[in-house]
Protein backbone atom coordinates (compact mmCIF):
# COMPACT_ATOMS: atom_id res chain seq x y z
CA UNK A 1 0.00 0.00 0.00
CA UNK A 2 1.27 3.63 -0.64
CA UNK A 3 0.40 6.79 1.38
CA UNK A 4 -2.45 8.38 0.56
CA UNK A 5 -0.51 11.99 1.19
CA UNK A 6 3.22 11.39 -0.54
CA UNK A 7 2.76 8.13 -2.53
CA UNK A 8 5.85 6.47 -1.13
CA UNK A 9 5.27 3.05 -0.34
CA UNK A 10 4.03 2.27 3.38
CA UNK A 11 5.42 -0.58 6.26
CA UNK A 12 3.01 -1.78 8.20
CA UNK A 13 3.87 -2.54 11.64
CA UNK A 14 1.66 -5.02 13.31
CA UNK A 15 0.09 -4.03 16.54
CA UNK A 16 -0.43 -6.07 19.72
CA UNK A 17 -3.94 -5.94 18.82
CA UNK A 18 -3.00 -7.21 15.29
CA UNK A 19 -1.17 -9.98 16.04
CA UNK A 20 -3.92 -11.35 18.69
CA UNK A 21 -6.09 -11.02 15.26
CA UNK A 22 -3.82 -12.65 12.77
CA UNK A 23 -4.30 -9.57 10.66
CA UNK A 24 -2.55 -6.59 9.93
CA UNK A 25 -4.28 -2.79 10.60
CA UNK A 26 -4.94 -0.73 7.47
CA UNK A 27 -2.37 2.90 7.23
CA UNK A 28 -3.12 4.95 4.96
CA UNK A 29 -0.23 7.21 5.83
CA UNK A 30 3.37 7.24 6.28
CA UNK A 31 3.99 9.10 9.73
CA UNK A 32 5.99 11.55 8.28
CA UNK A 33 2.78 12.86 6.66
CA UNK A 34 1.00 12.63 9.22
CA UNK A 35 3.11 14.01 11.57
CA UNK A 36 2.76 17.44 9.35
CA UNK A 37 -1.10 17.87 10.42
CA UNK A 38 -0.97 19.82 13.85
CA UNK A 39 -2.90 18.77 16.91
CA UNK A 40 -4.51 21.43 18.66
CA UNK A 41 -2.12 22.09 21.61
CA UNK A 42 -3.40 22.37 25.22
CA UNK A 43 -3.49 25.58 25.95
CA UNK A 44 -6.94 26.32 23.40
CA UNK A 45 -10.04 28.12 23.88
CA UNK A 46 -12.01 26.16 26.52
CA UNK A 47 -15.57 26.19 24.57
CA UNK A 48 -14.40 26.20 21.13
CA UNK A 49 -10.71 24.88 20.78
CA UNK A 50 -9.51 27.83 19.22
CA UNK A 51 -5.40 27.47 19.51
CA UNK A 52 -3.58 30.18 21.81
CA UNK A 53 -6.65 30.93 23.80
CA UNK A 54 -6.80 30.46 27.31
CA UNK A 55 -10.80 31.91 27.59
CA UNK A 56 -13.73 32.37 25.72
CA UNK A 57 -12.26 33.68 22.53
CA UNK A 58 -14.06 36.65 20.32
CA UNK A 59 -16.12 34.29 18.28
CA UNK A 60 -17.52 32.49 21.67
CA UNK A 61 -18.18 35.54 23.12
CA UNK A 62 -19.95 36.57 19.89
CA UNK A 63 -22.11 33.53 19.72
CA UNK A 64 -23.07 34.05 23.35
CA UNK A 65 -24.86 37.24 22.65
CA UNK A 66 -26.57 35.49 20.15
CA UNK A 67 -27.88 33.10 22.87
CA UNK A 68 -25.91 30.24 21.80
CA UNK A 69 -24.02 27.96 24.41
CA UNK A 70 -20.70 26.69 22.55
CA UNK A 71 -19.52 22.96 22.99
CA UNK A 72 -17.17 22.80 20.57
CA UNK A 73 -14.28 20.35 20.14
CA UNK A 74 -12.07 19.94 17.24
CA UNK A 75 -8.47 17.98 16.86
CA UNK A 76 -6.18 19.42 13.89
CA UNK A 77 -5.04 23.23 13.78
CA UNK A 78 -5.78 24.39 9.65
CA UNK A 79 -1.53 24.60 9.23
CA UNK A 80 0.08 24.60 5.42
CA UNK A 81 -0.17 20.68 5.55
CA UNK A 82 -4.19 20.87 6.63
CA UNK A 83 -4.78 23.05 3.77
CA UNK A 84 -2.89 21.22 1.10
CA UNK A 85 -5.23 18.03 2.48
CA UNK A 86 -8.51 19.74 1.95
CA UNK A 87 -7.79 21.45 -1.57
CA UNK A 88 -7.18 18.17 -2.82
CA UNK A 89 -9.82 16.12 -1.24
CA UNK A 90 -12.56 19.04 -1.53
CA UNK A 91 -11.68 20.99 -4.75
CA UNK A 92 -9.36 17.89 -6.63
CA UNK A 93 -11.30 15.55 -5.86
CA UNK A 94 -9.21 12.86 -4.62
CA UNK A 95 -11.79 10.75 -2.69
CA UNK A 96 -9.40 8.53 -1.11
CA UNK A 97 -7.88 11.43 1.37
CA UNK A 98 -11.26 10.33 3.10
CA UNK A 99 -9.85 7.72 4.83
CA UNK A 100 -6.86 9.68 6.45
CA UNK A 101 -8.47 10.96 9.74
CA UNK A 102 -10.96 7.20 9.77
CA UNK A 103 -8.68 6.29 13.15
CA UNK A 104 -8.43 9.51 14.74
CA UNK A 105 -11.98 10.18 14.40
CA UNK A 106 -13.01 6.96 15.21
CA UNK A 107 -11.49 7.07 18.49
CA UNK A 108 -12.58 11.07 19.69
CA UNK A 109 -16.44 9.96 18.91
CA UNK A 110 -15.85 6.42 21.47
CA UNK A 111 -16.84 9.26 24.22
CA UNK A 112 -20.72 10.25 22.57
CA UNK A 113 -21.75 6.91 22.32
CA UNK A 114 -25.13 8.42 23.80
CA UNK A 115 -25.68 11.05 21.14
CA UNK A 116 -26.52 10.42 18.18
CA UNK A 117 -24.07 11.81 15.24
CA UNK A 118 -25.54 14.35 12.32
CA UNK A 119 -23.73 16.12 9.88
CA UNK A 120 -23.66 19.15 8.26
CA UNK A 121 -24.78 18.17 4.51
CA UNK A 122 -24.10 19.98 1.39
CA UNK A 123 -26.39 22.10 -0.75
CA UNK A 124 -28.05 20.28 -4.12
CA UNK A 125 -26.06 22.18 -6.32
CA UNK A 126 -23.03 22.31 -4.48
CA UNK A 127 -22.99 18.12 -4.26
CA UNK A 128 -23.80 18.10 -8.15
CA UNK A 129 -20.27 19.91 -8.60
CA UNK A 130 -18.07 17.76 -5.89
CA UNK A 131 -19.64 14.36 -6.52
CA UNK A 132 -19.03 13.41 -3.20
CA UNK A 133 -19.95 14.94 0.12
CA UNK A 134 -16.64 15.92 1.97
CA UNK A 135 -17.98 15.18 5.42
CA UNK A 136 -19.83 12.15 4.59
CA UNK A 137 -16.63 11.03 3.23
CA UNK A 138 -14.18 11.07 6.43
CA UNK A 139 -17.62 9.70 8.63
CA UNK A 140 -17.74 6.47 5.83
CA UNK A 141 -14.80 4.83 7.07
CA UNK A 142 -15.49 4.92 11.05
CA UNK A 143 -18.48 2.38 10.13
CA UNK A 144 -20.48 4.95 12.41
CA UNK A 145 -24.05 5.54 11.21
CA UNK A 146 -25.38 8.74 10.95
CA UNK A 147 -28.76 10.72 10.56
CA UNK A 148 -29.69 12.76 7.97
CA UNK A 149 -32.35 15.35 9.03
CA UNK A 150 -31.16 18.90 7.58
CA UNK A 151 -31.22 20.47 4.10
CA UNK A 152 -29.16 23.22 2.56
CA UNK A 153 -30.03 26.02 0.21
CA UNK A 154 -27.66 27.33 -2.42
CA UNK A 155 -25.64 29.83 -1.08
CA UNK A 156 -22.30 31.54 -1.77
CA UNK A 157 -19.20 29.15 -0.73
CA UNK A 158 -18.30 30.32 3.14
CA UNK A 159 -14.89 29.57 2.47
CA UNK A 160 -14.61 32.38 -0.34
CA UNK A 161 -15.79 34.94 2.82
CA UNK A 162 -14.25 36.96 5.39
CA UNK A 163 -14.79 36.65 9.22
CA UNK A 164 -17.26 39.57 9.24
CA UNK A 165 -19.44 38.21 5.50
CA UNK A 166 -19.23 34.24 7.44
CA UNK A 167 -21.12 35.88 10.56
CA UNK A 168 -23.68 37.83 8.95
CA UNK A 169 -24.85 35.75 6.08
CA UNK A 170 -28.81 34.46 6.49
CA UNK A 171 -28.63 30.41 7.61
CA UNK A 172 -28.95 28.47 4.36
CA UNK A 173 -29.74 25.28 6.48
CA UNK A 174 -33.44 24.00 6.73
CA UNK A 175 -34.41 20.68 8.96
CA UNK A 176 -36.22 17.96 6.33
CA UNK A 177 -39.84 17.84 6.65
CA UNK A 178 -41.29 14.68 8.91
CA UNK A 179 -38.04 13.80 10.59
CA UNK A 180 -37.80 12.70 14.15
CA UNK A 181 -34.88 14.95 15.83
CA UNK A 182 -32.99 13.00 18.82
CA UNK A 183 -32.92 14.19 22.00
CA UNK A 184 -29.30 14.12 22.21
CA UNK A 185 -27.03 15.42 18.99
CA UNK A 186 -23.76 14.79 17.77
CA UNK A 187 -23.29 17.62 14.92
CA UNK A 188 -20.01 17.13 13.05
CA UNK A 189 -18.17 19.15 10.30
CA UNK A 190 -14.73 18.93 8.71
CA UNK A 191 -13.47 22.07 9.50
CA UNK A 192 -14.84 25.10 11.88
CA UNK A 193 -13.84 29.04 11.64
CA UNK A 194 -15.95 30.97 12.98
CA UNK A 195 -18.87 28.79 14.29
CA UNK A 196 -21.44 30.08 11.76
CA UNK A 197 -22.45 27.11 10.21
CA UNK A 198 -22.46 24.92 13.03
CA UNK A 199 -23.65 27.26 15.70
CA UNK A 200 -26.69 28.29 13.31
CA UNK A 201 -27.75 24.83 13.20
CA UNK A 202 -27.67 23.81 16.49
CA UNK A 203 -29.68 26.94 17.14
CA UNK A 204 -32.07 25.54 14.79
CA UNK A 205 -32.25 22.18 16.22
CA UNK A 206 -32.23 23.25 19.97
CA UNK A 207 -35.29 25.47 19.03
CA UNK A 208 -36.52 22.40 16.98
CA UNK A 209 -36.86 20.56 20.23
CA UNK A 210 -33.13 18.56 20.75
CA UNK A 211 -32.78 18.49 24.28
CA UNK A 212 -28.81 18.12 24.45
CA UNK A 213 -25.50 19.30 21.46
CA UNK A 214 -22.37 19.35 21.26
CA UNK A 215 -20.68 20.18 18.27
CA UNK A 216 -17.33 18.48 16.59
CA UNK A 217 -15.11 19.31 13.52
CA UNK A 218 -11.60 17.69 12.30
CA UNK A 219 -10.20 20.99 12.30
CA UNK A 220 -10.22 24.55 13.91
Not at 163 to 188: C, S, T, Y
Request: hydrophobic share 35%.
Amino acid sequence: MKCLICGQDLETELSFTSLLLLKKEETYTCSACFNHFERISPEHCPTCFKEGETSPCQDCQYWYKEGIQVEHEAVFTYNEAMKDYFHRYKFDGDYLLRKVFTKVLYQKFQKYKDYQLVLIPLSKERLQQRGVNQVEGLIEGTGLSYYNIIDKKEVKASSSMNRADRLQVENPFVIKEGVKIPEKILLFDDIYTTGATINRIKKMLIEAGCQKIKTFSLVR
